[in-house]
């Protein structure tokens, strides 16, 4: 294995393979007096014997941030700036939500208009609770909690949630929220969301319905699971349903997510690529036979969830270690590659890969090195600087294809190589090849920086994964170059969205300035993940420590409990 590969690994594993101490919790079961007749009556499927949370002693687990605080403090005054502006951002857009779609799931900041994309239930408002917590906006946090103790969960204005979504944002903004402030209302209303969350569990295999529908639910009609759902969906309850049964000492979310997981422990190494689970699976029947695997758009929330949980556990469930392990060198093996580019930098980037059955039943597999902006959380964070600077626009775009270098050890540039690697994609997209196509044209035409042999999707939906891949970097290793490069991606991404209203997504990230086309369109997650992490990187680093918290898939640190 390389060192560039290893090196991947020591960053994924070293940032949450960490040490909590007993996930035992003072703060006893609240029952709530919302009605619960829509969602938590009768199971169908009850539990014959719930799984109680682990109470061994827990293992000793190396620390994650830099053991040494005068290297992560340095030139930290020079950050006091930097963090205001993260957090004046952020202002703009909560105060521009807060007057133009207050209790909206979203707010369209060129229209000025609300939008209800997640149930209805107030998705910025949820999700944002612990980020003004930890902006020192307490004024703001305590009307938002009021606000949010008024949200009647059985009532929602879309007939369709995905529960997914539902569990890593509105649950973990509400537990993370709770874990800061230790306000009861948070817990209370953590309480009515994970049962009504835990109702979606009711099925034959106890495996969730991830697309719910809540008129049914109000009828009590029955829901199975899906014969096709992603895999990270299905994957992704065990942060928050463990940390709501620490909190309130009721073993049944833990117990829930727990047995999910064990579904994923066990066909683990029985997929097509032994070692990382597929990009859809069938719930219903628990086939996991799909032929592609990614860490990118579809899969990350999933491996994410893996080191934390057993951070979260105290190390007392190996098997998530093992998980995270045995996921990690499969995709060190397979998925990501060193791409070829002008200036030799040595960084590594996570491609898809397919897997075929050849005419003699043997299995081969075939490496497509496109990239995407989510698989920027899995340590790949020098690959995703280079992606952000080689864009005149100083922002990667969602999914864009490179050339994979034969050796990780020696990439000289080819640009005879580059040229006709990029007529070959160009030509891969027409259904006749075109003999004739200029490559020289076609470059200049979508604007091709050298290395990008294409860009499938040429937007930038305000997403978080680069710098919180880099926030992380640092934590861990108190790399101080990181801060600079860290404040160039900020300034380009406020230069190019920032509007009246907030900011906005990017239609197309290599249009040139006076083209620049916006969507109407601000995601909860740039204030909730984006904003969070460039406000904590430059912050100090005992602020939301990464020896005291783990971060769900949503940017929602929760608490990891101490030793008693």
């Given at each position: 294995?390389?060192?560039?590969?290893?090196?991947?690994?020591?960053?994924?594993?070293?940032?949450?393979?960490?040490?909590?101490?007993?996930?035992l919790s003072s703060h006893k079961r609240r029952h709530s007096s919302l009605d619960h007749s829509t969602c938590?009556?009768?199971?169908?499927?009850?539990?014959?014997?719930?799984?109680?949370?682990?109470?061994?002693?827990?293992?000793?687990?190396?620390?994650?941030?830099?053991?040494?605080?005068?290297?992560?403090?340095?030139?930290?005054?020079?950050?006091?700036?930097?963090?205001?502006?993260?957090?004046?951002?952020?202002?703009?857009?909560?105060?521009?939500?807060?007057?133009?779609?207050?209790?909206?799931?979203?707010?369209?900041?060129?229209?000025?208009?609300?939008?209800?994309?997640?149930?209805?239930?107030?998705?910025?408002?949820?999700?944002?609770?612990?980020?003004?917590?930890?902006?020192?906006?307490?004024?703001?946090?305590?009307?938002?909690?009021?606000?949010?103790?008024?949200?009647?969960?059985?009532?929602?204005?879309?007939?369709?949630?995905?529960?997914?979504?539902?569990?890593?944002?509105?649950?973990?903004?509400?537990?993370?929220?709770?874990?800061?402030?230790?306000?009861?209302?948070?817990?209370?209303?953590?309480?009515?969301?994970?049962?009504?969350?835990?109702?979606?569990?009711?099925?034959?295999?106890?495996?969730?319905?991830?697309?719910?529908?809540?008129?049914?639910?109000?009828?009590?009609?029955?829901?199975?699971?899906?014969?096709?759902?992603?895999?990270?969906?299905?994957?992704?309850?065990?942060?928050?349903?463990?940390?709501?049964?620490?909190?309130?000492?009721?073993?049944?979310?833990?117990?829930?997510?727990?047995?999910?997981?064990?579904?994923?422990?066990?066909?683990?190494?029985?997929?097509?690529?032994?070692?990382?689970?597929?990009?859809?699976?069938?719930?219903?029947?628990?086939?996991?036979?799909?032929?592609?695997?990614?860490?990118?758009?579809?899969?990350?929330?999933?491996?994410?969830?893996?080191?934390?949980?057993?951070?979260?556990?105290?190390?007392?469930?190996?098997?998530?270690?093992?998980?995270?392990?045995?996921?990690?060198?499969?995709?060190?093996?397979?998925?990501?590659?060193?791409?070829?580019?002008?200036?030799?930098?040595?960084?590594?980037?996570?491609?898809?890969?397919?897997?075929?059955?050849?005419?003699?039943?043997?299995?081969?597999?075939?490496?497509?090195?496109?990239?995407?902006?989510?698989?920027?959380?899995?340590?790949?964070?020098?690959?995703?600087?280079?992606?952000?600077?080689?864009?005149?626009?100083?922002?990667?775009?969602?999914?864009?294809?490179?050339?994979?270098?034969?050796?990780?050890?020696?990439?000289?540039?080819?640009?005879?190589?580059?040229?006709?690697?990029?007529?070959?994609?160009?030509?891969?997209?027409?259904?006749?090849?075109?003999?004739?196509?200029?490559?020289?044209?076609?470059?200049?035409?979508?604007?091709?920086?050298?290395?990008?042999?294409?860009?499938?999707?040429?937007?930038?939906?305000?997403?978080?994964?680069?710098?919180?891949?880099?926030?992380?970097?640092?934590?861990?290793?108190?790399?101080?170059?990181?801060?600079?490069?860290?404040?160039?991606?900020?300034?380009?991404?406020?230069?190019?969205?920032?509007?009246?209203?907030?900011?906005?997504?990017?239609?197309?990230?290599?249009?040139?300035?006076?083209?620049?086309?916006?969507?109407?369109?601000?995601?909860?997650?740039?204030?909730?993940?984006?904003?969070?992490?460039?406000?904590?990187?430059?912050?100090?680093?005992?602020?939301?420590?990464?020896?005291?918290?783990?971060?769900?898939?949503?940017?929602?640190?929760l608490k990891r409990p101490k030793t008693s």
């Amino acid at each position: 294995m390389s060192r560039a590969r290893r090196q991947i690994i020591g960053v994924c594993l070293g940032g949450f393979l960490i040490a909590p101490g007993l996930p035992l919790s003072s703060h006893k079961r609240r029952h709530s007096s919302l009605d619960h007749s829509t969602c938590c009556t009768r199971m169908r499927y009850p539990v014959a014997e719930v799984q109680p949370l682990p109470v061994t002693l827990p293992k000793t687990l190396p620390k994650v941030q830099s053991a040494d605080p005068k290297v992560s403090r340095l030139n930290l005054d020079r950050q006091t700036t930097r963090q205001s502006a993260a957090k004046e951002a952020f202002e703009l857009c909560w105060k521009s939500y807060r007057s133009l779609a207050w209790g909206a799931d979203e707010l369209a900041p060129l229209s000025g208009s609300p939008k209800n994309m997640l149930g209805g239930w107030g998705a910025t408002l949820i999700d944002n609770l612990d980020t003004l917590w930890i902006m020192g906006m307490h004024d703001e946090f305590k009307k938002a909690v009021a606000a949010v103790a008024n949200i009647k969960f059985e009532y929602a204005k879309c007939p369709e949630i995905n529960t997914h979504d539902v569990n890593v944002h509105l649950l973990g903004g509400l537990l993370a929220a709770f874990d800061l402030s230790a306000d009861q209302k948070l817990l209370e209303k953590s309480i009515e969301l994970g049962d009504m969350l835990y109702a979606a569990f009711d099925t034959p295999n106890r495996m969730p319905v991830i697309h719910w529908n809540a008129n049914k639910a109000a009828h009590r009609e029955e829901q199975l699971a899906e014969e096709s759902v992603l895999g990270a969906e299905l994957g992704s309850f065990i942060l928050e349903f463990t940390r709501l049964s620490q909190i309130t000492g009721d073993p049944k979310y833990f117990d829930a997510a727990q047995r999910v997981m064990e579904l994923f422990d066990k066909k683990q190494d029985a997929t097509k690529l032994a070692g990382l689970w597929p990009v859809s699976v069938n719930a219903k029947e628990e086939l996991f036979d799909d032929d592609t695997f990614t860490l990118g758009a579809e899969a990350s929330s999933l491996y994410k969830s893996l080191p934390r949980a057993y951070a979260l556990l105290g190390g007392k469930v190996p098997m998530y270690r093992k998980m995270y392990e045995n996921a990690t060198f499969t995709a060190t093996s397979h998925n990501i590659f060193r791409p070829m580019n002008p200036e030799g930098k040595e960084v590594l980037l996570s491609g898809t890969v397919r897997v075929t059955t050849t005419e003699n039943g043997n299995s081969q597999t075939h490496l497509e090195s496109q990239m995407q902006y989510r698989s920027c959380f899995a340590g790949l964070t020098d690959g995703c600087i280079w992606a952000h600077r080689v864009i005149p626009l100083g922002i990667m775009p969602e999914a864009f294809d490179v050339v994979p270098c034969a050796s990780e050890i020696n990439c000289p540039w080819s640009e005879w190589l580059w040229k006709q690697e990029v007529w070959k994609k160009a030509n891969s997209l027409e259904p006749e090849p075109n003999p004739t196509l200029k490559v020289v044209n076609f470059i200049k035409e979508h604007r091709l920086p050298k290395g990008f042999i294409g860009i499938s999707d040429t937007a930038y939906n305000l997403r978080p994964e680069a710098i919180e891949s880099m926030f992380t970097l640092y934590r861990i290793s108190g790399r101080e170059d990181l801060l600079d490069a860290a404040w160039d991606m900020f300034q380009a991404m406020q230069s190019a969205t920032q509007t009246k209203n907030g900011n906005a997504a990017i239609v197309g990230v290599t249009d040139k300035g006076g083209e620049l086309t916006l969507k109407d369109s601000m995601d909860s997650m740039w204030m909730s993940q984006t904003l969070k992490y460039f406000y904590l990187m430059f912050s100090s680093p005992d602020m939301i420590s990464l020896d005291e918290f783990v971060f769900n898939a949503g940017g929602h640190p929760l608490k990891r409990p101490k030793t008693s």
